[in-house]
């Protein structure tokens, strides 16, 4: 059987030269992020009433996920239970969905030195940019969506994450296929960063358990007609689709598939895991079986209050993007408070230390490179409009 050949794998070029240019640009600002770091430190050592302010980036108008309501609900609980010693502030900030312009919001909340850490930025591609800028200034970053291997991979001393990488998403995806028994897997991926990386990472896993992959096809970002790459799909024998893309247009692949009368069950990451897939995709989304962070089923005691109060608050199930932000906000108040200081060099080495931590998502741990150890993937099969935990 001849198998097809995967594409080029640009992705780690694409980071090589963002990188290169990012610390390019940051060289000739050395002084100014040094002043940056200092004055955030000599501010962070005083002792007065004023609030600790955290910085939040994220898209305004982003009408997928609910982040901003997790951030909220976590400051709300931070400092109704008082766990520092002074009330958390937020200042927020709008990022765009143009690269260069986020990049300079990056730069705006670097120089406000009354920060004293930063979470956010929608996904890989933004937050590896604002991390070197970050890193630089001296300023405690945490990414609560930012998936990519590359994130934690330069040595930042500043730079964290809260949620898996992709390369283990992309492992526990190949083994369940294998455990279902699949022999041959179509691969269909958007043509951005998290597509490229996401189903190479993939690619890779299950080619080496012995699945065949004998369609692997991209689609752009303005395509809406997929009839004619569904067309090609559906003379290709296989046992399920593996799409490495977001909602909503990875809803309305699956919808106009299931339209033309396919009959595969798709496979995806954390990016499917939206009230939108069901909104787009309708009964065409039944059966779409995903792997991501957080599950409201799961009876963990931090979970369920959680789910309780979110309900409460905002009168919907909370999703992986609220849980994601709210356990991103909760870890950081937590390092403070262990650390006696919001100073972040002292901060950052205790996110480092910190093992099974209580999170609404599961326990994990932090890992000296600012990644996460011992998180909890789950598998979650879409019935009727809703997600549902599956057996392993």
Request: with cysteine; proline share 4%; aromatic share 10%.
């Amino acid at each position: 059987m001849t198998l097809v050949k995967m594409p080029v794998m640009n992705f780690n070029r694409l980071v090589l030269i963002l990188t290169v240019l990012s610390i390019t640009l940051s060289l000739g600002s050395c002084d100014r992020y040094r002043r940056q770091l200092e004055e955030r430190h000599a501010k962070a050592e005083k002792s007065d009433d004023s609030t600790i302010k955290v910085g939040i980036v994220w898209p305004a108008n982003l009408k997928a996920g609910l982040f901003r309501e997790g951030i909220e609900m976590a400051l709300n609980d931070i400092n109704r239970e008082n766990v520092l010693p002074r009330p958390m502030e937020l200042v927020w900030y709008d990022e765009t969905m143009d690269l260069e312009t986020s990049r300079k919001v990056a730069k705006r909340v670097a120089a406000n030195t009354d920060l004293s850490a930063v979470i956010g930025h929608l996904d890989s591609r933004r937050a590896i940019s604002a991390a070197i800028i970050y890193n630089n200034s001296g300023i405690v970053f945490i990414s609560p969506l930012a998936s990519s291997p590359y994130l934690t991979n330069y040595g930042f001393g500043y730079v964290f994450r809260n949620i898996p990488s992709d390369k283990e998403i992309a492992r526990r995806l190949a083994e369940f296929a294998g455990h279902k028994g699949y022999t041959r897997i179509a691969i269909l991926y958007h043509r951005d960063t998290y597509g490229i990386s996401f189903s190479g990472l993939f690619y890779e896993q299950v080619r080496n358990r012995g699945i065949e992959v004998p369609f692997y096809k991209q689609y752009v970002f303005d395509t809406k007609d997929f009839r004619p790459l569904l067309a090609e799909l559906d003379m290709v024998p296989i046992d399920a689709i593996f799409i490495a893309d977001s909602v909503p247009s990875a809803a309305e692949v699956i919808r106009q598939y299931h339209l033309m009368g396919g009959e595969n069950i798709f496979l995806g990451g954390k990016n499917l895991d939206s009230e939108l897939l069901w909104d787009v995709a309708d009964k065409a989304a039944n059966g779409t079986v995903i792997a991501t962070t957080f599950s409201p089923e799961y009876q963990g005691e931090a979970t369920q209050r959680f789910v309780h109060d979110f309900r409460a608050w905002y009168g919907k199930e909370p999703d992986f993007v609220a849980a994601q932000a709210y356990d991103s906000l909760r870890i950081l108040a937590h390092a403070f408070a262990e650390s006696g200081t919001t100073a972040p060099i002292v901060v950052s080495t205790t996110l480092k230390l910190i093992k099974n931590w209580d999170g609404v998502s599961g326990d994990y741990s932090m890992s000296p490179s600012g990644d996460i150890v011992n998180k909890s993937i789950w598998f979650k099969e879409m019935r009727n409009g809703k997600y549902h935990i599956l057996e392993e």
